[in-house]
Nanobody, 120 residues
Framework: QVQLVESGGGLVHPGGSLRLSCAASGSINSINVMAWYRQAPGKEREVIATVTTGGKIHYRDSVKGRFTISRDNAKNTVYLQMNSLKPEDTAVYYC??????????????WGQGTQVTVSS
């Protein structure tokens, strides 16, 4: 079985920073795309940033220049450095990964979510 475990959420003032981490564990052969999503109350879940195994990165326009996604392939871990946080960044943040398991195939997995609250 595969698990994605997130950490690093919390309460921060506007303009502050947080760093989220998400570690994948279990019977993993390889990880394709890793990504961060978020879901604010009353809104649909939206993708924020994605990174491929080769390091190709895409960001949602609203976070460009403020958020940085990175991954450590040796540790099966993806990070999200969030700077200049705004109240509208308040949401539950989820990591997502496309993972290949021998004998199982390629499937999509989600972390449990971590709350990020930006408030004065």
């Amino acid at each position: 079985q595969v698990q994605l475990v997130e950490s690093g959420g919390g309460l921060v003032h506007p303009g502050g920073s947080l760093r989220l981490s998400c570690a994948a564990s279990g019977s993993i052969n390889s990880i394709n795309v890793m990504a961060w999503y978020r879901q604010a109350p009353g809104k649909e879940r939206e993708v924020i940033a994605t990174v491929t195994t080769g390091g190709k990165i895409h960001y949602r326009d609203s976070v460009k220049g403020r958020f940085t996604i990175s991954r450590d392939n040796a540790k099966n871990t993806v990070y999200l450095q969030m700077n200049s946080l705004k109240p509208e960044d308040t949401a539950v943040y989820y990591c997502n990964a496309i993972i290949l398991q021998i004998g199982v195939g390629m499937n999509e997995y989600w972390g449990q979510g971590t709350q990020v609250t930006v408030s004065s």
